[in-house]
């Protein structure tokens, strides 16, 4: 009997990127998935491992930076040893994904691989179960299946999926055909794609047969997908490592945005599931914000063991220390208290985190980075 | 030959209150007046000290809470022993000041006294100088003489002092009489005395006679200042123990201006000599910032130790820890970061501070208080 399309699914997590908009919390060797943002008492990470699970048991990969190897095992004692795929240095998405599509489909040509960064909030677990079941019914008829996140506002600051006519896939009742990919937009558009109602956000996550992954790279980028197959072939015997050395640090970087899913919605093989899900990508503190705030703007919200004395304030307070914190009559305030620095800004001015950050990098301060 | 007025003349300096407005740099048991807040690397009470030397050589005392001793002596190391009067507690200005006034004329019957605030920020030592130079030589008439601030702005934060005429004493060309004192006014009051040029701000400094000072006391409070002849007649001795124990728990609290100065102007007794220096009394973080923004107001000043990282910022970061603080886009804030507590707040809610420490007392947090 053929395997179902749920039991040839195989999640991966890319875990890469510092998150510096989320400094002094997010640091090189503690990046923000390592931390709990939501006030859920598990890390962004460990979120995205529990809400796999119930889809895809252990069959779940990490891909991530080889310093946070002992960080990501110690949050996810269920990983199994040999799905922890560690990247010598980082090279872009495209050879992340592709890295954990080549290994997968190595020892199981068949694999279906669905993609969730590890840095993503989302709170409603079962209509996150339901839409990735039905973009593992629509993977398994050979496309590359998006997740589209229903925007609530007019936002700059994602690219979107524009979505085309209903397709007829058994199980798959909200599936549409891709148009395109549409680069984040500017004021007036992303307004027109919000009224429209065709336009989701992308949320980087997909659902694919591995092996469509690794044919578009192969028309796209041949020499990467070269290299990403030699490493991959060698990944599960004594030779890893000399081909990590050999391969590795020359590998183009590239989005897989345009390595593969723009390829890929130009042919006609993109699908995308509008979530039905409540979805943050908590990029930088105004997100840790809005996510903490639970419909209660005037709060402030507290992470962590400070003992917070607030009159007339909202925000929220990220406190590393147990010291007694008093704010007073500071509206959407941002406080990150560290043992080493400090950080005290607004929502509004959330995104300048990372030009601190570069400024600190600049300046000689990397031991606070 | 007889004493000039300026031989006579001894500084006394009441350093009493908490300054609960400047919590967390200021606690009980570190007193905003033994804090470096102008940036000078002086603390207040050294500033005080070092402004009254050239007037009064090693003649200065101190009235202080006698949990301040050892902190008081650290800093002033030319202070006599015999000049610090430690208060078993604190029994309000008429009970520190009457103190002072009866040791000193018991041990030098004409002395004539100066009591200067211990947290008040003058910069001008000169100006300073000149201003009580003529203050002793009206004082040596017989009368008290009070230093009147010209007012820069309608302040409602403080007293006023209503000046007559002028007066003619040799050595003191700016004296005025004093018609009466004015308590704290209203908006429009606080106009109106700014239009006239007749009203100047109360500092609470004064030189007079220590003779005048317990006169007017026996007539307005006679029990008050009984006792605390009995103590400052055994002060010398090896009964002051005795003495305290048995009349300063129950002396009077009542302030000096309702004791002595408001009764002493209804008998046309008072002076004014209008200051030449700029004054601060330090009174809050706001006052602070004042102080410290040497005319650029979108700067951020730090006093300590801190690192800072500003951007888009203005106020003052009080910094006790050596860490990194990066402020974005925040104006007129007010950071106090110290070991244990961490306050944050604005110039304009600089007042506030008092009720977070009032809040900390009821709640259990005495520990940072």
Redesign the interface.
Known sequence: MPKTPNERFHAVIPAGGVGSRLW?LSRAAAPKFLHDLTGSGRTLLQGTWDRLVPLAGDRIAVVAGAAHESGIREQLEALLPANLFLEQSPRDSTAAIALAAAILSKREPDVIIGSFAADHAIADEQAFARTIREAIEVAATGRLVTIGIQPTFAATSFGYVHAGAALEVAGAPNARQVKDFVEKPNKALAQEFFESGNFLWNAGMFVAPASLILEQLSKSEPELHDRILEIADAWDTPKRAELVSKFWPQLKKIAFDYSVAEPAAAEGLVAVIPAEFEWHDVGDFAGVAELLSGGRPDNLAVIGDA?L?A??SSGILVGQSK????????KD?I?V?T????????K??AQ??K??VE??KNSG?GD?L
């Open positions: 002094p003992q004395l009159e007339d010291r007694l914190i008093a704010v007073v009559g500071l305030i406080i208290d043992p080493d620095a400090l950080l005290i800004t607004t509004e001015h300048s985190v030009n601190i400024t600190l301060h606070v």
